[in-house]
């Protein structure tokens, strides 16, 4: 079965600082695909990067960069020179290409609540 | 152009009673998701249409949950006799292609009293 670990529950940084998210995931298959959404306090996801499990290519945009390491499971994701609008509960899911009748449903982890203090 | 859209954005029902959540997605979206976010939590499956059926009802958590999409655009979750555990935000999202990114509306707060 999928599972996606996000260790920190919590994170508070003082604005400008870098900052990573951990992400660490499970799955059988060879196929998937690999998500980080963020959810302000407004409620709604947002959805940021999608990457699939055989493009290992590190990405950036703009102050956000994403690290996947298939031979650690992560799927980390650093935020450079945080700002106060990054705060947010960020979420890393996973969805595999052949499980529940090809749905691709997003298995998402328990999320992280980053605090960019001014 | 227009995101995906729920509605009510907020429902408060006493226990025992029946609601309707209704999501619109996001225009020539094929594949249309159903989740379930408590609070603290990330949000979890509950179904999966491609069109108009239902391709995935594994997450349902039993059978008072039930969700139509008659014309493979607007659909409706729909629970019966409403209990206090059923309390959480409905989140809807659609995708163009399943696989790819899902985009999700702003969810339907249910709070059953």
């Known amino acids: 079965a999928q599972k996606v670990t996000q260790a920190q529950t919590e994170i508070s940084v003082v604005e400008k600082e870098d900052v990573t998210l951990d992400c660490v995931y499970e799955t059988r298959d060879t196929t998937y695909y690999l998500f980080w959404y963020k959810q302000p306090p407004s409620g709604e996801l947002v959805f940021l990067i999608r990457?699939?499990?055989?493009?290992?290519q590190n990405e950036i945009s703009g102050r956000y960069s994403w690290n996947f390491q298939k031979s650690t499971s992560s799927f980390n994701f650093t935020i450079t020179a945080s700002q106060v609008v990054d705060s947010a509960v960020y979420f890393c899911a996973l969805s595999e290409g052949y499980s529940g009748a090809g749905s691709y449903q997003l298995t998402f982890g328990k999320g992280t609540k980053l605090s960019v203090i001014p | 152009g227009a995101g995906v859209s729920q509605t009510p954005s907020n429902k408060v029902t006493e226990k025992g009673k029946y609601v309707e959540l209704r999501c619109d997605p996001i225009?020539?979206?094929?594949?249309l998701y159903w989740y379930r976010q408590s609070l603290g939590q990330g949000p979890e499956f509950l179904i999966y249409f491609q069109g108009t059926g239902a391709a995935d009802d594994s997450g349902l958590p039993n059978d008072r949950f039930f969700a139509v999409r008659p014309e493979g655009s607007v659909s409706t979750l729909k629970i019966q006799r409403t209990e206090r555990g059923d309390s959480a935000v409905y989140l809807c999202a659609s995708s163009g292609t399943p696989g790819r990114e899902q985009y999700f509306g702003p969810g339907t707060r249910l709070t059953v009293t």
């Open positions: 990457r699939n499990s055989f493009d290992e």
């Open positions: 225009s020539g979206h094929t594949a």
